[in-house]
């Protein structure tokens, strides 16, 4: 069955029974209910390869993965940050390249009557994340917020994939902490100033279908320089805005100066 994709919207212990100790190599769950049910199940799916996730996940992530997982996609939904901590402590554990792509999952905002128990749980989970090997983690991100990416300060990513503009505004000040990122990749529409703040540890950028101007193009040349280490630049399906005419002297004269 490994080139059987299973999607299931609404499951039961009974009906998931069946799929135990299965050669699936694709399953996809649209609710946490199906999830809840495969509890026992996923870890004897042995040659699971890819699992796509959507709903609503709050409290501690007791999902039991396959060994065989190299790739998992948390479509469309939401979560606590306790939930995606734990859950991306479980993806470290795994002890080999894992694609985790955080597509139209957005971050449950914390309740302000939580209590300090609560803040105290978080943070600790966190404190677990920081001391966890995920540089074999590869992370895809297309709807982020500030609150996300701070769950990401301060980890060992090795790569990470931002697919908008809005995600690399929200990782300004995160970047730099990200001790082991060795490779970035950004897709998007880029203007004005770079202000992107790179780790120190960064070997390859890889802008991939992207649009920006000259002046955001030079500043971020100028970044890689700073580096002081070789670093891969490619440019994929690149475009570089046309200068507009009526932009006036003072902004052709700051791209000159950055060019220069």
């Not at 694709?26 to 959507?54: F, Q, W, Y």
């Not at 991306?88 to 309740?111: M, N, Y």
Request: some cysteine.
């Amino acid at each position: 069955m490994s080139n059987s994709e299973l999607s299931v919207q609404i499951g039961s212990k009974e009906l998931f029974a069946i799929f135990r100790e299965t050669s699936i190599g694709i399953l996809r769950l649209n609710t946490a209910d199906c999830v809840s049910h495969t509890s026992d199940i996923l870890p004897t799916l042995c040659k699971l390869e890819k699992l796509i996730l959507g709903g609503t996940y709050t409290g501690h992530c007791d999902i039991q993965l396959p060994a065989s997982l190299n790739c998992i996609r948390l479509l469309t939904g939401e979560c606590s940050s306790e939930w995606l901590c734990s859950w991306l402590i479980k993806l470290s554990e795994l002890d080999h390249t894992v694609e985790c792509t955080l597509w139209d999952f957005v971050l449950i905002p914390r309740a302000e009557d939580c209590g300090a128990d609560s803040n105290t749980h978080v943070s600790n989970m966190r404190s677990k994340l920081l001391l966890c090997d995920m540089s074999k983690i590869v992370l895809f991100v297309n709807t982020g917020s500030k609150e996300l990416f701070v769950i990401f300060r301060g980890t060992s990513i090795g790569i990470l994939r931002l697919h908008t503009a809005d995600c690399v505004s929200h990782t300004s000040d995160i970047l730099p902490t990200l001790s082991n990122l060795e490779k970035l990749y950004l897709s998007g529409t880029y203007t004005g100033h770079c202000d992107l703040q790179l780790a120190a540890s960064l070997h390859c950028i890889d802008l991939q279908t992207c649009e920006c101007s000259s002046e955001w193009l030079c500043g971020l040349l100028i970044k890689l320089s700073e580096l002081d280490h070789p670093v891969k630049c490619e440019l994929r399906d690149l475009m570089v805005q046309s200068s507009v005419e009526g932009c006036g002297a003072d902004f052709n004269t700051h791209v000159s100066n950055l060019q220069s």
